[in-house]
């Protein structure tokens, strides 16, 4: 598929949009909005870019501890960065 | 005159071969002809000997395969295609006999209706892919060929056997690591701790490592593993025991159902936390580990023992066999320092043996001997494991559906970190998740209320990109679309003409 990675390792990721529980968690936060078909691929896409940008960046905060392992600590930093910059 | 002859056959069978070219026959660069190779010629692999395909210069080719390497998706091929190439090389370096020959070969290739078919001289491999890219190269290899024969370097023809063979590695990873889990538990039983288990330990390798032994370990140590699993577990939960032994034994096979998820659980623990301790540190992180994760659920397996324990002793005959497992038991905790690594198989596969039907005869001599070695000891938290877990049906699903979607990108997540993660740093991802959720939905609120509609559209969406900084003018929308999304998604949203004056998706 376009641009993304080639899948090496056994777990093969899925490229589906879980369209059904995009759309659930929306009626569920806002009852008295809609969501549109082509909306719930681009949410998804959001949410893509998203984990991409946390996960990068909770990769270079265990880089910067020396460890080995991604923890605790390193995804909260991360998040706390990339929320704020995902917050619109 | 062989060159032009050469040339001239090149040429006729570029027409025919180089279909997907667009013009320009007369320029066949070594980039297009190798294009045009893999499009055409089926995969086949080709096994070349040594002594052929060294001695011959390849400059050219060694452009080529490098500037084909850059194609991500051409890569495998390129093995397979420079033994060919050197191989073309090596016959056309010889004189005008086997030009010849090559030639009615090339004619017979013709009726046959391959685009190009040479029979490589003292090679028995003739391969579509080789005779084709033997021809193809005729005619730019020999100018290149005469004028730098010292530029030529070997092919690293290694390439493929290292693919394959890490091919092959992953494929027995992920058969060693599913294996023992299969062959290990029950089928119903499997499917949620499966996912949980790949879920949470993508990439340890002390995993990996451990999974062929696990596979030893199991026929010989069973009836000893499920003692140690016992015992590791009874210095967590002391104080349920006498309680639970007050179970009628009307319910083992409840009770055993419910053990096997447990155990499973247990099973994905005890990687996690050997992962995560070093081995030296023996029985006792491990029985940190799981202590904290399953506390409870010790206590159920344990009452569960209890129970068959109690039935068990009435067996007199057993108690032979007990007597024995009470040994060998004894004689695995003494070899402590291995035991440590080996132990979390142990306590792995021997939870998840003890709790299956399959080995009742172990069973129950499993337990009264260690009814016997844990009176002295505080408790069996197995036998405690699972009334709590027949208390809570109730919460359970209104919250798997949310998790199980939010897998989904967990999984994605611990995917593009590539780098080994904390179950609790996943949780933590779970978290971040929602929250992420919280706002994106109260951002598409607002943006819906702003342009006065009560549906969001897709122009909401991009706009919170471009608040994001996702999307600006340098990158836009559709370019992000079609970088992550997946082509049916991608034809969706960016809007494309097609024949019949119509555009889809319609605006």
């Known amino acids: ?88 | 005159m062989n060159v032009r002859r050469r040339s001239h056959r090149a040429r006729s069978i570029g027409r025919l071969a180089h279909v997907h070219t667009s013009g320009n026959l007369e320029e066949q660069t070594p980039r297009t002809l190798l294009k045009n190779i893999l499009l055409t010629a089926p995969e086949s692999s080709v096994m070349m000997p040594e002594s052929v395909v060294k001695p011959v210069p390849t400059p050219q080719v060694v452009q080529s395969s490098r500037r084909e390497s850059s194609r991500g998706s051409l890569e495998l091929q390129l093995p397979e295609l420079e033994p060919p190439t050197t191989l073309a090389l090596g016959l056309l370096a010889p004189g005008r006999r086997k030009q010849r020959q090559r030639l009615s070969v090339f004619q017979q290739g013709m009726d046959q209706g391959l685009p190009l078919s040479q029979e490589p001289r003292g090679n028995g491999s003739a391969s579509s892919l080789t005779s084709s890219l033997n021809l193809t190269f005729a005619t730019p290899l020999q100018p290149q060929s005469a004028q730098r024969p010292g530029l030529a370097r070997r092919p690293p023809t290694r390439r493929a056997v290292d693919v394959g063979a890490f091919l092959q590695d992953l494929r027995d990873t992920s058969l060693a690591l599913a294996s023992p889990g299969d062959s290990l538990r029950t089928p119903v039983a499997t499917l949620p701790t499966d996912t949980v288990l790949e879920d949470t330990q993508p990439f340890s390798q002390p995993l990996i490592g451990r999974s062929p032994s696990v596979y030893h370990s199991l026929p010989c140590l069973s009836h000893t593993e499920a003692e140690d699993a016992k015992r590791a577990v009874s210095h967590r939960t002391q104080s349920s025991g006498p309680r639970l032994q007050n179970h009628n034994p009307g319910k083992p096979t409840q009770l055993l159902a419910g053990k096997a998820k447990k155990v499973d659980a247990l099973a994905v623990s005890f990687p996690n936390n050997s992962s995560a301790v070093s081995g030296e540190d023996g029985v006792e992180p491990l029985q940190d580990g799981v202590g904290e994760e399953a506390e409870e659920r010790m206590e159920e397996s344990l009452s569960v023992s209890k129970v068959v324990a109690t039935t068990g002793t009435q067996g007199s005959v057993r108690m032979e066999k007990s007597k024995g497992h009470r040994e060998m038991t004894e004689a695995a905790e003494a070899k402590e320092p291995e035991g440590s690594s080996g132990a979390s198989l142990e306590l792995a596969s021997s939870t998840t043996e003890f709790l299956q039907a399959r080995r009742p005869q172990f069973l129950e001599p499993a337990p009264p001997p260690s009814a016997a070695v844990l009176s002295s000891e505080p408790l069996e938290p197995l036998s405690t494991r699972l009334p709590p877990r027949a208390r809570t049906p109730g919460p359970r699903p209104r919250q798997d559906p949310h998790k199980t979607g939010l897998s989904h990108y967990v999984k994605l997540f611990s995917f593009y970190a590539k780098m080994p993660m904390e179950k609790a740093a996943l949780e933590m991802v779970e978290k971040c998740l929602d929250k992420y959720f919280q706002h994106l939905c109260d951002d598409l609120e607002v943006f819906a209320a702003h342009a006065g509609r009560k549906t969001v559209r897709p122009e909401d969406l991009e706009l919170l990109m471009r608040r994001q900084g996702l999307v600006n003018d340098q990158v836009s929308l559709h370019v992000l679309v079609e970088r992550h999304l997946p082509l049916e998604y991608r034809q969706l949203l960016i809007p494309c003409a097609f024949s019949g004056n119509s555009v889809f998706p319609a605006q």
């Open chain 1, 1 to 88: 598929m376009a641009f993304s990675t080639t899948v090496s390792q056994r777990k093969h990721i899925k490229r589906k949009a879980p369209r059904g529980f995009l759309k659930r968690v929306f009626k569920r936060q806002k009852p008295h909005l809609r969501l549109e078909t082509s909306g719930d691929l681009l949410v998804h896409l959001n949410c893509l870019l998203f984990v991409r940008r946390l996960a990068e960046e909770s990769r270079m905060n265990a880089f910067e501890s020396k460890c080995g392992v991604i923890k605790k600590e390193h995804v909260q930093a991360a998040a706390k960065v990339i929320l704020k910059k995902s917050r619109g």
